[in-house]
């Protein structure tokens, strides 16, 4: 079992920069994928960046060069920086821990979200 609390969520002005952060614990995250997501009212969860083990990356078009997915291990902590920040950024962020075992079982858990809003 894995536990995430994700935080650094708040009020930001357009062009400002947020870091999120999530927080593991029950289990080491080196050994899962780390994903953030959001999901804007009304609108479906998408997936905004993810970072593999080997930490290679992977970035929705919409935040491509404008957000940064990182990891430290060592703390059990997954971060996302967040810069030029648009009103259309503006969802709950979540983050989410998966992997498959070696028998092919999978395992996912998810935080409870951060709330991120821009707007002047």
């Known amino acids: 079992q894995v536990q995430l609390v994700e935080s650094g969520g708040g009020l930001v002005q357009p062009g400002g920069s947020l870091r999120l952060s999530c927080a593991a614990s029950?289990?080491?995250?080196?050994?899962?994928?780390m994903h953030w997501y959001r999901q804007a009212p009304g609108k479906q969860r998408e997936l905004v960046a993810d970072?593999?083990?080997?930490?290679?990356?992977n970035y929705a078009a919409s935040v491509k060069g404008r957000f940064t997915i990182s990891r430290d291990n060592a703390k059990n902590t997954v971060y996302l920086q967040m810069n030029t920040l648009k009103p259309e950024d503006t969802a709950v962020y979540y983050c989410?821990?998966?992997?498959?075992?070696?028998?092919?079982?999978?395992?996912?858990?998810w935080g409870r979200g951060t709330q991120v809003t821009v707007s002047s």
């Open positions: 989410k821990a998966d992997r498959v075992s070696a028998i092919g079982r999978s395992y996912d858990y």
């Open positions: 970072i593999t083990t080997a930490a290679n990356t």
């Open positions: 029950g289990s080491a995250i080196s050994i899962y994928t």
